[in-house]
């Protein structure tokens, strides 16, 4: 998770880094005709296949695409597992926390 600004001053930022979902390797107690399974694949179609398990809670499945700041692991939007319910639908959660952290980490990559 890399971000760029471009302009005047050009500047690369490296950032965290977070491997590609593995359902059957992350999941191996998800059944593969579930509702929840089904819930996953959705969200791989609609997040263009750019997710992730959450390494900080690993029922969270994140959109890697966008997030608050653009170098770090803090997804606009998660869905998340429901391991003792695998026939229910997945939670799907706004993750929009902007603490005074992460703005002043933005506002320094503007600036």
Partial sequence: MDAATVGWNEVAIRGASVDKLDVAGDYPWLLRDSIQA????????????????????????????????PNELSPLWVIRLKPEE????VD????????????????????
Avoid: C, K
Wanted: proline fraction near 4%; avoid cysteine.
């Fill in 92 to 111: 799907y959660l706004n993750t929009r926390d902007l603490t005074s952290r992460s703005r002043q980490r933005f506002l320094e990559m503007l600036i």
């Fill in 86 to 89: 695998p026939w229910q639908h």
């Fill in 38 to 69: 089904q819930d996953i694949e959705r969200f791989r179609w609609f997040s263009d296949g750019f997710i992730a398990r959450n390494p900080d809670n690993h029922l969270m499945i994140m959109d890697v695409r966008y997030s608050l700041v």
